[in-house]
């Protein structure tokens, strides 16, 4: 078929609507083909862009997670050593206060001690000594502020023992 055919073909009204349905067919293949394109091409690129943004997103939370455990890490450690440090303090602090408190005892022993008074084989036991007896015992230190036994069964027991208890008696 040449084109002198198709034209004279064209010249009727069923080869004009032949002529304009095929090349209507035909634009709407082209364009439903540059569709096909495009969405391919956009498909493609969205999906590379994004896989891109995704291991960039991927690699900077492994960068902040390192960088946080890192932190951590030290944060721990310094803290480890703090806790070290005020161990080897507080030890250091106990045994200064035990040591302390063994020498005040020890002078408070001697103090009271020097107030006891044997005179004609009568022993004198003076206020010191006496209050450091009752503060070993339980009794109490001795300050007027304070009461002497403290509330409940334990008060009641403490305060009902005899004045002597825990003295010999004169010559044993």
Not at 140 to 151: L, N
Request: proline letters at 3%.
């Amino acid at each position: 078929m040449d084109l002198s055919s198709l034209l004279s073909s064209a010249s009727s009204w069923k080869g004009k609507l032949a002529l304009g349905l095929g090349v209507l067919l035909l634009i709407l293949l082209v364009g439903l083909a540059g569709l096909w394109v495009g969405y391919r091409h956009g498909r493609s690129t969205a999906t590379a862009e994004g896989d891109a943004k995704y291991a960039e997103l991927e690699k900077v939370q492994a960068d902040a997670n390192r960088l946080a455990s890192d932190t951590a890490r030290k944060v721990l450690d310094a803290e480890v050593v703090r806790r070290d440090e005020l161990e080897k303090s507080l030890s250091t602090a106990l045994a200064t206060i035990a040591d302390q408190g063994l020498k005040i005892t020890n002078r408070r022993i001697s103090d009271a001690s020097r107030s006891v008074v044997v005179v004609a084989g009568r022993c004198s036991f003076g206020p010191g000594w006496v209050q450091l007896w009752n503060e070993a015992l339980g009794f109490g230190d001795g300050d007027p502020g304070r009461s002497a036994a403290a509330p409940g069964a334990v008060g009641a027991a403490r305060a009902a023992q005899p004045a002597d208890s825990g003295l010999l008696p004169a010559g044993h």
